[in-house]
T-cell receptor, first 109, second 112 residues
Framework: RKEVEQDPGPFNVPEGATVAFNCTYS??????FFWYRQDCRKEPKLLMS???SGNEDGRFTAQLNRASQYISLLIRDSKLSDSATYLC??????????FGTGTRLTVIP | DVKVTQSSRYLVKRTGEKVFLECVQD?????MFWYRQDPGLGLRLIYF???????EKGDIPEGYSVSREKKERFSLILESASTNQTSMYLC???????????FGDGTRLSIL
C-alpha cells in the first residue's frame, strides 16, 4: 500500500468553479502535511502547508482530518493559471517525505 | 527566495557510463535530497543528507551514490548508468527537518 494516495484525475473544471482534492495517508504517525503544485515539465513548488486547524491562503483552503487520515485542498474561483498537477505530501520523522502521484487539474475557459 | 540549481536540464548518456548530477543551494540549508520522478510512481527518494559528509539512503538507493563535501552542494552519482535509470531527477533542500523542501528545476536524464 502506498504511503500517500491521490485520485490522479484529470479534473476538468470551468473557470470560476470550486474544486476539491482529497488525499489519504496510511501512516498514523505522519506529522506534517503539504500541498505542492507542479506545472508540466517543471519542478514541484510548495503551495501550502496543512495545519491541524485548517488553513486558508486566498482562494486555497487546506484541511487535515487525522481521524480519517486524509487531507484536502479546496480551490475557489478557479483560474486558468491554476491548471497544474497538485501533489499531496506527508512527512514522517525528520526527513521522510512521501509524495502522492499527483492530481491533474485543467481549468477550462 | 530559495534558489536550488541543478547543473543540467537535459542530459543524454550511454549505458555503463558514470554520470554526475550536481545540485547547489544558496540558502545555507542543512538538508539536501535527491529524488527521481516517474509517471505513475510519483517522487521517490534516492538519498538525502542532513550535514556535510553525511548521507542517508532513501527508498531506492540501489545503483546510486551521493557526495556532500560542501554544505551547498549535493551530487548524485550513477556508478554505471542503466536504461532503467532514465528519469526526471529532482534535487531539493530544506533549512532543517521542520521546514518544507524547495526543489530545483530538475534534470531529465536519458540513458541510451
Amino acid at each position: 500500500r502506498k504511503e500517500v494516495e491521490q485520485d490522479p484525475g484529470p479534473f476538468n473544471v470551468p473557470e470560476g468553479a470550486t474544486v476539491a482534492f482529497n488525499c489519504t495517508y496510511s501512516n498514523s504517525a505522519s506529522q506534517s502535511f503539504f500541498w505542492y503544485r507542479q506545472d508540466c515539465r517543471k519542478e514541484p513548488k510548495l503551495l501550502m502547508s496543512v495545519y491541524s486547524s485548517g488553513n486558508e491562503d486566498g482562494r486555497f483552503t487546506a484541511q487535515l482530518n487525522r481521524a480519517s487520515q486524509y487531507i484536502s485542498l479546496l480551490i475557489r474561483d478557479s483560474k486558468l493559471s491554476d491548471s497544474a498537477t497538485y501533489l499531496c505530501v506527508s512527512k514522517t520523522g525528520a526527513n521522510n517525505l512521501f509524495f502522492g502521484t499527483g492530481t491533474r487539474l485543467t481549468v477550462i475557459p | 527566495d530559495v534558489k536550488v540549481t541543478q547543473s543540467s536540464r537535459y542530459l543524454v548518456k550511454r549505458t555503463g557510463e558514470k554520470v554526475f548530477l550536481e545540485c547547489v543551494q544558496d540558502m545555507d540549508h542543512e538538508n539536501m535530497f535527491w529524488y527521481r520522478q516517474d509517471p505513475g510512481l510519483g517522487l521517490r527518494l534516492i538519498y538525502f543528507s542532513y550535514d556535510v559528509k553525511m548521507k542517508e539512503k532513501g527508498d531506492i538507493p540501489e545503483g546510486y551514490s551521493v557526495s556532500r563535501e560542501k554544505k551547498e552542494r549535493f551530487s548524485l552519482i550513477l556508478e554505471s548508468a542503466s536504461t532503467n535509470q532514465t528519469s526526471m531527477y529532482l534535487c531539493a533542500s530544506s533549512l532543517d527537518s521542520n521546514q518544507p523542501q524547495h526543489f530545483g528545476d530538475g534534470t531529465r536524464l536519458s540513458i541510451l
